[in-house]
């Protein structure tokens, strides 16, 4: 999953907090732009998170996606006070798309009912 970061975003949340901005979202354009730890990133961010998107590339043989433990993410997310809605995504070209956002959502699905 890709939790997307622009590079002014955690300087940013500073002021958006003495603003009280109501729309904060998290944007990803090229691989720059990430935090490095996507971990500590979106837990700094939490407490303006309304919506991810949970993106999946590659999965291992247990279902799991590669690149980003679902369920490490999820229990950071966990702090997210307003979240609502998670999109799915899926990216890959080694299984069929839709097969792709079926075992994404399933990732999700096992993070949050832990």
């Known amino acids: 999953m890709l939790l997307e970061i622009e590079k002014a975003t955690i300087q940013a949340t500073e002021k958006k907090k003495s603003q009280k901005h109501k729309a904060f979202r998290t944007i990803e354009r090229n691989p720059d732009t990430f935090y490095p730890d996507p971990y500590k990133g979106i837990e700094l961010l939490s407490p303006y998170i309304r919506a991810v ?3 999946s590339e590659d999965f291992n043989k247990d ?3 590669t690149s980003l433990s679902y369920q490490r993410m999820f229990e950071v997310l966990k702090k ?12 890959g070209n080694v299984i069929p798309r839709s097969e ?3 075992k994404t959502k399933a990732l999700i699905e096992k993070a949050i009912q832990r």
Not at 80 to 91: C, H, S
């Open 80 to 91: 997210a006070p307003q979240l609502e809605f998670a999109g799915v995504e899926y990216f």
């Open 53 to 55: 998107s949970a993106k």
């Open 63 to 65: 279902g799991e996606e």
């Open 100 to 102: 792709g956002v079926v």
